[in-house]
């Protein structure tokens, strides 16, 4: 299982929980199996989030891999100007 | 090189060490300069077509209205009238959704308004005419009926309970019950425990402070060159940051197949995340598909000011604690942003990049995103983070002074550094604050003595950068010189570095290398310019392009030499072959290869297209200098220091031009420029003379130091450099004012009458 940490406003979706576990490879697995447990997050990842997979923050490579000891953040999807 | 292939692995593995480079880090003549500086390079302006057409736009006069009715009979009866469009010309099928699931429709809404005018200068009807000047006139006589609504220009006034609601519903779960409706978005992130961190602090310190809004100042207004026919095919010629994402938007907008749009973006007179997004260019085509003639359609400055994106505005309030010895013990901050009458203002930025330059066990920051009567917000370099950071770093500032610490090695002390969990959540990679830091310290400027009247300001800042999605295709010549496509427009000299790095690659000299921005119908897809990704992403695709190209030009060699392709190996422009087993052979010049290509196995390229996951994060530390006249208000920048970590500065002249053009940017912020709104919710300073940018004569020289910490994502080691300057100016500058006027200046801009009200007030007159 990974540990994936969400930002502290995501409470509201996910139970009351800051960490999510959920069996995942890649970094669209990822994402899936947050909406499998809490689908209220559906909306948010629609909306567009990054990931951060050990400091690397990934904006949208589903296939990027993720390791049982990958720390995990889900971060708001970033853009530039 | 396929997508499947590019696997970036796990804290990014894309370095190649030991580079000895030939090309890289020299400065040559930029490859477009000749065109720009005769008249030759042809902007969003300079496009025409047989049989063109003139548009113009009708925009509200009002910041927030009901229209009841349209009537544009009288505009197409004007002789020399083509076509008149409104918002039953574009797509109905695009809904309405919560937050930014949303934003196609928000982004339709902002290019021609719905049934309600939501500010002043929105969009509401539009004409194609033989003339310019008949477009206008016709526009004068569509007469529309509206309902005037109150309205709400104020982040803070948008947020209190009696604020006009602007779109009820259109907030997403994020936002906490019992929020006004114009709260749309809410972020809240952080670690440890903020209560205990500020108990253990000798000094805490709480204040707010507010930014207004303010345009990126692109000197080449918006224009474009739309044809459209009954058929569904068009192609349309525009300024952008981003010709994919228009085609994107348009065909959406207009229900055309993606593919039957062809976009080709023009030389940019400036950009700055400004040009991210789409305004006119949807109109030009609905016209144009009505018409059956070609429109443009060409934005006026006013135009530019009232209907294109400024940044956010800002409120924030701040609470930092720490002791005496520098230490800090915890952080917060709550930061509202308003970007307009629809959702995005970048709060989640402002909060993310508020502390990250600092290892904190104890941060808590809070994000609102406001919707108010103005214009949609578009990105401006580093959207978000030169906000937070004229925040928080002037509270730091203020503990220094009173804790008597100095200033550089108080953030040297806290600074993040690899292995640091970020305040946004993750721990960093490898990273360049420390470095920067410890430069500044070194530089001359820092120890220099300041005059009577000056005070000194420094300030740290960070920006994430971007990858995004990248094509590009090289082509070599039967004369051994190269060709490069690449879709990512030229804002910042990224030609001339897409040549470098080819050359070094390919071990043939920067001029005989061309760099050409593709059209949409001659490349894959590729991401806008924005995010500072275009040296880091097109570059990585550069060089992999390079690279395949070497790699058949080995393949050629062995073949002629009759010897295995690894039995070669390239070198400085030449096949060679790798050792004594591998054969006695003359090696072979590019030229001497690519002359037989066609007979020995056809046309020689490369390509590379992927969606590279490995920018690298950039921190920049200024130092400032500045002089108040109290008897005006009136504020000079003596002297000013940039130093940031480039990675690797491909073309250090670029890189130092985009340090000085933050720098530059951020002293307008801080010092003049801001969006003003009168009682009636209108704009009242849509122009160059009253919004006032700096000139030549504003500025100091602007010193630079570039830090190279390599980014382990790149092969070169390359981090975007475009943003992250434009971070630390806005406190920079204060922290110097304030040291100068002996007032903490909290409100920005600092323009002359708030300096005398701040020095009025501390004075008690």
């Given at each position: 299982?990974?540990?994936?940490?969400?930002?502290?406003?995501?409470?509201?979706?996910?139970?009351?929980?800051?960490?999510?576990?959920?069996?995942?490879?890649?970094?669209?697995?990822?994402?899936?199996?947050?909406?499998?447990?809490?689908?209220?997050?559906?909306?948010?990842?629609?909306?567009?989030?990054?990931?951060?997979?050990?400091g690397r923050i990934i904006a949208s490579g589903l296939t990027e891999p993720v390791n049982e000891d990958s720390e995990v953040y889900l971060m708001q999807r970033l853009k530039g100007g | 090189m396929a997508l499947d292939e590019y696997k970036p692995q796990k804290g990014g593995d894309e370095l190649e060490q030991g580079h000895a480079f030939k090309y890289v880090g020299t400065r040559p003549d930029r490859p477009d300069g000749t065109d720009k500086v005769t008249g030759r390079a042809r902007f969003g302006a300079d496009i025409t077509a047989p049989g063109m057409l003139h548009g113009a736009i009708l925009r509200s006069p009002h910041a927030h209205a009901r229209i009841v009715s349209i009537d544009t009979a009288k505009a197409e009866a004007l002789d020399g009238v083509k076509a008149?469009?409104?918002?039953?010309?574009?797509?109905?099928?695009?809904?309405?959704?919560?937050?930014?699931?949303?934003?196609?429709?928000?982004?339709?809404?902002?290019?021609?308004?719905?049934?309600?005018?939501?500010?002043?200068?929105?969009?509401?009807?539009?004409?194609?005419?033989?003339?310019?000047?008949?477009?206008?006139?016709?526009?004068?006589?569509?007469?529309?009926?509206?309902?005037?609504?109150?309205?709400?220009?104020?982040?803070?006034?948008?947020?209190?309970?009696?604020?006009?609601?602007?779109?009820?519903g259109t907030a997403d779960k994020s936002v906490p019950p019992g929020l006004h409706p114009n709260v749309v978005r809410y972020h809240q992130s952080g670690h440890g425990d903020v209560a205990t961190g500020f108990?253990?602090?000798?000094?805490?310190?709480?204040?707010?402070?507010?930014?207004?809004?303010?345009?990126?100042?692109?000197?080449?207004?918006?224009?474009?060159?739309?044809?459209?026919?009954?058929?569904?095919?068009?192609?349309?010629?525009c300024c952008t940051q981003g010709h994919w994402n228009v085609q994107k938007i348009c065909a959406a907008l207009l229900d055309l197949e993606t593919s039957q749009l062809r976009v080709t973006a023009s030389e940019i007179g400036g950009g700055f995340g400004g040009k991210t997004t789409v305004f006119i260019e949807p109109v030009a085509l609905a016209l144009s598909r009505k018409a059956n003639k070609p429109v443009k359609l060409v934005m006026s400055r006013a135009e530019v000011f009232r209907a294109t994106g400024p940044t956010a505005s800002t409120s924030m309030d701040i609470k930092i604690g720490m002791n005496k010895d520098?230490?800090?013990?915890?952080?917060?901050?709550?930061?509202?942003?308003?970007?307009g009458a629809f959702p995005g203002a970048p709060m989640e930025f402002t909060a993310m990049c508020a502390f990250a330059p600092y290892n904190l066990a104890?941060?808590?920051?809070?994000?609102?995103?406001?919707?108010?009567?103005?214009?949609?917000?578009?990105?401006?370099?580093?959207?978000?983070?030169?906000?937070?950071?004229?925040?928080?770093?002037?509270?730091?500032?203020?503990?220094?002074?009173?804790?008597?610490?100095?200033p550089l090695e108080v953030r040297l002390k806290n600074a993040s550094r690899e292995g640091t969990r970020a305040s946004y959540g993750p721990k960093f990679q490898r990273i360049g604050l420390v470095e920067t830091i410890e430069a500044a310290m070194a530089h001359p400027h820092y120890s220099a003595p300041l005059e009577p009247g000056q005070g000194r300001g420094i300030s740290c800042g960070f920006w994430f950068n971007h990858g995004g999605e990248t094509s590009v295709?090289?082509?070599?010549?039967?004369?051994?010189?190269?060709?490069?496509?690449?879709?990512?427009?030229?804002?910042?000299?990224?030609?001339?570095?897409?040549?470098?790095?080819?050359?070094?690659?390919?071990?043939?000299?920067?001029?005989?290398?061309?760099v050409t921005v593709a059209d949409t119908a001659s490349l894959g897809y590729n991401e806008v310019s924005h995010g500072s990704r275009v040296t880091y992403a097109s570059g990585l695709a550069t060089i992999k392009a390079a690279e395949a190209a070497v790699r058949e030009l080995c393949r050629r060699a062995a073949a002629k030499w009759g010897i295995e392709e690894d039995a070669v190996y390239w070198e400085d422009g030449y096949a060679?072959?790798?050792?004594?087993?591998?054969?006695?052979?003359?090696?072979?010049?590019?030229?001497?290869?690519?002359?037989?290509?066609?007979?020995?196995?056809?046309?020689?390229?490369?390509?590379?297209?992927?969606?590279?996951?490995?920018?690298g994060v950039s921190f920049a530390t200024h130092i400032v200098d500045a002089e108040v006249d109290p008897e005006t208000g009136s504020t000079k920048v003596v002297r000013y220091t940039v130093v940031q970590d480039a990675g690797k500065a491909i073309h250090p002249t670029y890189v130092e031009g985009q340090f000085q053009g933050g720098a530059a940017q951020g002293i307008g912020w801080a010092l003049n420029e801001e969006y003003i709104y009168g009682a009636d919710g209108r704009l009242q300073n849509a122009g160059f003379l009253d919004y006032r940018i700096p000139v030549a004569s504003d500025l100091p020289m602007i010193d630079t130091v570039i830090v190279e910490v390599p980014n382990p994502g790149h092969p070169y080691g390359v981090r975007g450099v475009g943003e992250t300057s434009i971070c630390p100016p806005l406190a920079a500058i204060a922290n110097a004012v304030s040291a100068a006027a002996g007032v903490r200046m909290r409100n920005l801009p600092m323009s002359p009458p708030r300096i005398l009200a701040a020095l009025e007030e501390q004075s008690g007159g």
């Open positions: 299982m990974v540990e994936v940490h969400l930002w502290s406003g995501l409470r509201a979706q996910a139970g009351g929980r800051e960490v999510v576990e959920v069996e995942a490879k890649t970094v669209g697995e990822v994402l899936s199996g947050l909406v499998a447990a809490h689908p209220e997050l559906q909306e948010v990842i629609d909306a567009g989030v990054s990931v951060a997979v050990d | 008149v469009v409104t918002r039953a010309d574009f797509s109905d099928a695009i809904q309405p959704a919560p937050g930014m699931a949303g934003e196609m429709w928000n982004v339709l809404e902002n290019v021609m308004a719905g049934d309600k005018a939501l500010y002043d200068g929105h969009a509401i009807a539009a004409v194609a005419a033989t003339s310019a000047l008949t477009a206008r006139d016709a526009v004068k006589l569509i007469e529309v009926t509206y309902e005037v609504l109150p309205h709400v220009t104020d982040v803070d006034a948008a947020m209190a309970d009696d604020a006009p609601v602007i779109r009820d108990a253990e602090a000798d000094l805490v310190i709480e204040d707010s402070f507010t930014t207004e809004a303010t345009h990126q100042g692109y000197i080449e207004p918006h224009a474009c060159l739309g044809i459209l026919g009954g058929d569904g095919k068009g192609e349309l010629w520098g230490t800090i013990t915890a952080a917060q901050g709550v930061f509202r942003a308003q970007g104890n941060v808590h920051q809070v994000g609102y995103d406001v919707m108010t009567n103005r214009p949609k917000q578009a990105a401006y370099r580093a959207p978000g983070s030169p906000m937070a950071a004229f925040a928080v770093e002037s509270v730091i500032d203020e503990l220094c002074n009173q804790l008597g610490l100095d295709t090289l082509a070599l010549s039967e004369d051994g010189s190269a060709q490069i496509m690449v879709g990512t427009p030229d804002i910042g000299g990224s030609r001339s570095s897409m040549a470098l790095m080819a050359a070094e690659v390919l071990g043939i000299p920067y001029e005989n290398i061309r060679k072959p790798s050792g004594p087993n591998a054969g006695d052979f003359e090696p072979l010049h590019i030229s001497k290869i690519t002359r037989r290509m066609g007979a020995t196995g056809g046309p020689i390229n490369g390509h590379f297209e992927a969606t590279p996951e490995g920018a």
